[in-house]
């Protein structure tokens, strides 16, 4: 299996441009389904979960061709309407195809998503809005059977505003007879960028971005090209990073205001941030100090995925600082990996307590899932010696090249294929 080398103790100095978002890629694949036509979606990234994703689309039937960075799918000759167990267990978010393949087939089959490395992640929510849009769901043998003669508008509610049952309401929604009203929607930059896709496939949808999406549904849709936003989480990662290790770094390609939580709190333990049009400069000289308690929520609140590599960049800060994970179980598996290389960290169920620690030794780390994997990337920069990082496959769901972009940004990162 690949692997990474990270020799740590030099700071980081570079620039380097962040690929497309993965989280925006994902739901807008599995949307274009809908058009029966020809979409061209640039600014792909080519990552492990986009395969997954061109994978399933190739299965049901529809042609798929990847240019640079621009995916197109042609889904006119998409004839199937079940998700193979086997991909489903790849990526666990290949539930967001569950509502394009109702709404353009009127049935669908996948496994049931189970246990997963960050807790439980349930689908209730995804069923729930199905239901109210008039879906019947089947469960055979852990198969999800869910069929629709005619999609119906309706008043979906969340409980909690689930970024992929928002984004599953929505596209299902597109196909319905009537007005439909997201109530409690999520209100990620990734659903805003969605509402613009299906907008330019010719969809009527109003208010993403905010907790009341309305889409007006069986609009003619057509084939379209659209450009995906840009990864607020990986170039959350690098600001981590360069915060972590020192130095300068400067990041284009970058929303400022969807990396905004994480800037603040770079900020706050010293760190200075810049941002100019679509770039953003961190510059970091002196010592980090500990930050006040984070509490992961919803957007705009701080991302749960910026949790594991925030509090990598802290491990060395001067004081104590509190994380509170709000939205995921067991989200704290990286922990013990941190601790090989001298981290001090208890966790006790959702808090984690780090107490800056003066040195970190580099350590041979295994990640546990995407995030936490790019943490051990972070800390081991900041570490004694070289690290060596295994069962990598997870960063490649969400980083492009990892290695190359550390090194653009002069870290000392190497991938081992073997
Ligand atoms: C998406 C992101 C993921 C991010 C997460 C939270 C994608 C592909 N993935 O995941 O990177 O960490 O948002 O920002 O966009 N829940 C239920 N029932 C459901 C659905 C969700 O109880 O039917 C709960 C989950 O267990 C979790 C919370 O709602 O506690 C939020 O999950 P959700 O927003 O749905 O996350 P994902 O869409 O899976």
Redesign the pocket.
């Known amino acids: 299996m690949s692997y990474l080398l990270v020799k740590g103790g030099a700071p980081l100095c570079g620039e380097v441009r962040i690929h497309g978002a993965?989280?925006s890629v994902?739901?807008i694949l599995a949307a274009s389904v809908l058009a029966a036509d020809v979409c061209a979606i640039s600014n792909c990234p080519h990552l492990r979960?986009v395969d997954v994703a061109v994978r399933i689309l190739r299965h049901l039937g529809c042609i798929v061709s990847f240019s640079d960075d621009t995916l197109t799918v042609d889904s006119r000759t998409m004839h199937r309407c079940d998700v193979p167990d086997a991909l489903m267990r790849e990526m666990?978010?290949s539930?967001?195809f569950l509502g394009a393949i109702l709404a353009r087939m009127g049935e669908v089959q996948m496994s049931c998503p189970g246990g997963c490395e960050?807790?439980?992640?349930?689908?209730?929510?995804?069923?729930?809005a199905l239901e109210t849009l008039g879906a019947q769901f089947a469960e055979r043998g852990g198969a999800l059977h869910c069929t629709a003669r005619q999609l119906r508008a309706g008043e979906v509610f969340l409980?909690?505003?689930?970024?992929?049952?928002?984004?599953n309401s929505m596209i299902a929604a597109c196909a319905c007879d009537g007005e439909t009203v997201i109530s409690n929607a999520?209100r990620?930059p990734?659903i805003v960028d969605l509402a613009h896709f299906l907008r330019a496939m010719g969809a009527d949808v109003c208010g993403a971005g905010t907790s009341t999406v309305t889409v007006r549904g069986r609009c003619p849709l057509h084939g379209c090209t659209h450009r995906v936003i840009s990864d607020r989480?990986v170039a959350s990662t690098y600001l981590c990073a360069a915060g972590a290790a020192g130095g300068q770094v400067r990041l284009s390609a970058v929303d400022y205001r969807a990396v905004s939580t994480v800037a603040a709190a770079l900020a706050e333990a010293g760190c200075r941030l810049e941002s100019d049009g679509d770039a953003v400069q961190l510059t970091r000289r002196g010592e980090l100090r500990a930050i006040r308690p984070v509490h992961t929520a919803?957007?705009p609140g701080f991302?749960?995925?910026a949790q594991a590599i925030l509090m990598a960049s802290l491990l060395k800060s001067r004081g104590t600082s509190v994380f509170v994970e709000n939205?995921?179980?067991n989200r704290y598996r990286h922990v013990d990996e941190l601790a090989r290389m001298g981290a001090d960290i208890r966790t006790a169920g959702r808090v984690a307590v780090v107490c800056g620690v003066r040195r970190l030794q580099a350590a041979p780390v295994r990640c546990t899932d995407l995030r936490g994997g790019a943490a051990l990337v972070i800390a081991a920069l900041t570490a004694e010696g070289e690290s060596r990082i295994e069962c990598i496959e997870h960063i490649d769901r969400g980083y492009a090249d990892i290695a190359r972009d550390m090194r653009c940004l002069g870290g000392c990162v190497e991938r081992v294929e073997t």
């Open positions: 993965k989280n994902l739901p979960d666990r978010s539930v967001i960050l807790g439980p992640r349930p689908i209730d929510l995804h069923i729930g409980a909690t505003p689930s970024v992929g049952a928002t984004e999520a990620e990734e989480i919803p957007y991302p749960t995925d939205i995921f179980e």
